[in-house]
């Protein structure tokens, strides 16, 4: 078997920007950012969302205003409204 075959896992800390918590964790992800956690090299991988930060793990109920949305959406798929099609 080929030895580049398989990629390699890499120490990966996943570090969620909404609460600030890492994960620590094996990956084949790499990233340009490299810190020294408990004396070993991680790359870090910001994230948005995690399972400490999504609704649907918190039980955060959030609202979403579609309203504005769908009005934007009639606006600028607005038909004519005097012609029609013989």
């Known amino acids: ?8 896992l890499n120490n990966v800390c996943f570090l969620d ?4 918590k890492r994960f620590l964790t094996k990956s084949t ?3 340009a950012r ?4 408990d004396g070993e090299d991680y790359f870090v ?3 948005d969302v995690t399972m400490d930060s999504h609704p649907a793990y918190t039980g955060e109920k959030r609202i979403v205003d579609t309203a504005g949305r769908v009005e934007k ?3 600028k ?3 004519g409204g005097g012609k ?3």
Do not use: Q
């Open 1 to 8: 078997m080929k030895a580049e075959g398989h990629p390699t």
């Open 17 to 20: 920007v909404g609460t600030g």
């Open 29 to 31: 992800m790499k990233s």
């Open 34 to 37: 490299k810190e020294k956690i």
């Open 45 to 47: 991988v910001v994230r």
């Open 73 to 75: 959406f009639t606006t």
């Open 77 to 79: 798929f607005k038909r």
């Open 84 to 86: 029609s099609a013989k």
